[in-house]
């Protein structure tokens, strides 16, 4: 078994008393990027990059990219969107066509900042560490700003699916003005099963969500918990060696992720993304931008021998196409039963 290549607790100080000294001699500076070198403490818990930026790949944009708009002053990018078209028509020989005007429809990408706290240390208390400071602090800056692009994205998309019924009852509209909130009980299964998770019957309708707004499913997105259920899949629903594997090996058996032809995410941010949830969103193109102004940049100031570190990115996450986002809550039983409400 190879055993990780361990930094000498020497060259990790060294590091950082260069670091330190380094900040000491300059009052204000940045750091952008983690060191090369590793650490030999103990983490608390695991910290998981964002998943906003593997459903909307990021790209960066400059000041030349910008536009101004007459109500604020705040950057933005003005973005083009396919206009709909009413389609052809079959007509005979020697009739007009109709006429019909058009225009290009647009969007706005508005620019945010996404900042860490300012965190203060007496410089002399930095010299003694043996853990890597910059990798330690970077690190968990980048994690810490991912986390909350994520807790936004999936507010926008709650915002967008709305709730699964009206006051009603009845089926709930999305911003879209379709359904686009859905509440499945699994199909063959006892309350108790459906209660926590579902079969590849009533998994196969999820796929059709999007389909059915004749869309293509990018990624599908829900917690490390519900993607368990996919470890209860025997061998007549997968087929193969792949159930041996799931038994074997776990998720990690299923490279890339890749199920029914879809790529999914299985994340650990349960308070983002609940317990059989699973969040659906087009392919990129279909969806939206996210647009990087500044990349996560770390702030240092020095004020006598006290040091002050924050971090900061500037960004812009737009979903344009709010047709191309959904929800499904696997339940016991219908929210809306007995109120005329069909389940997905």
Not at 194 to 200: C, H, I, P
Request: include cysteine.
């Amino acid at each position: 078994m190879n055993t990780p290549e361990i930094t000498p607790v020497e060259d990790i100080q060294a590091n950082n008393r260069k670091l330190v000294d380094q900040w000491a001699n300059d009052p204000q500076g940045e750091v952008k990027s983690a060191s090369a070198a590793g650490s030999q403490m103990i983490r608390r818990r695991i910290r998981e990059e964002g998943f906003t930026r593997r459903i909307i790949p990021p790209v960066t944009v400059t000041n030349d990219d910008l536009d101004r708009v007459v109500d604020n002053d705040r950057p933005v990018i003005i973005e083009d969107m396919e206009p709909l078209s009413r389609g052809a028509i079959s007509m005979p020989f020697g009739d007009a066509t109709s006429t019909q005007s058009y225009y290009g429809n647009k969007f706005v990408c508005v620019f945010n900042k996404i900042s860490t706290p300012e965190w203060t240390k007496d410089i002399n208390e930095l010299r003694t560490y043996r853990m890597d400071l910059r990798q330690v602090i970077t690190d968990n800056s980048l994690k810490d700003v991912q986390t909350e692009e994520d807790g936004k994205f999936i507010a926008g998309v709650s915002a967008i699916v709305g709730s699964a019924y009206n006051g009603s009852n009845g089926p709930g509209v999305g911003a879209s003005g379709v359904q686009q909130n859905f509440e499945c009980v699994p199909s063959g299964l006892n309350e108790t099963a459906a209660a926590d998770g579902w079969n590849r019957p009533s998994y196969a309708k999820v796929l059709s969500v999007l389909e059915n707004q004749n869309l293509n499913n990018g990624i599908i997105l829900m917690n490390r918990r519900t993607a368990k259920q996919f470890l209860k899949f025997d061998r007549s629903e997968i087929g193969g060696d792949l159930a041996q594997d799931l038994f074997t090996d776990g998720l990690t058996a299923l490279k890339e992720a890749k199920i029914f032809g879809v790529k999914h995410l299985f994340t650990i941010k349960r308070d983002l993304v609940p317990d059989n949830t699973l969040f659906l969103f087009a392919e990129p193109q279909f969806l939206g931008r996210f647009y990087t102004l500044q990349e996560l940049t770390m702030f240092v100031e020095k004020k006598k021998d006290i040091l002050r570190v924050s971090a900061n990115e500037t960004i812009s996450v737009t979903i344009a196409n709010v047709l191309a986002v959904a929800q499904v809550t696997f339940v016991a039983a219908l929210t809306g039963a007995g109120n005329g409400v069909s389940s997905l």
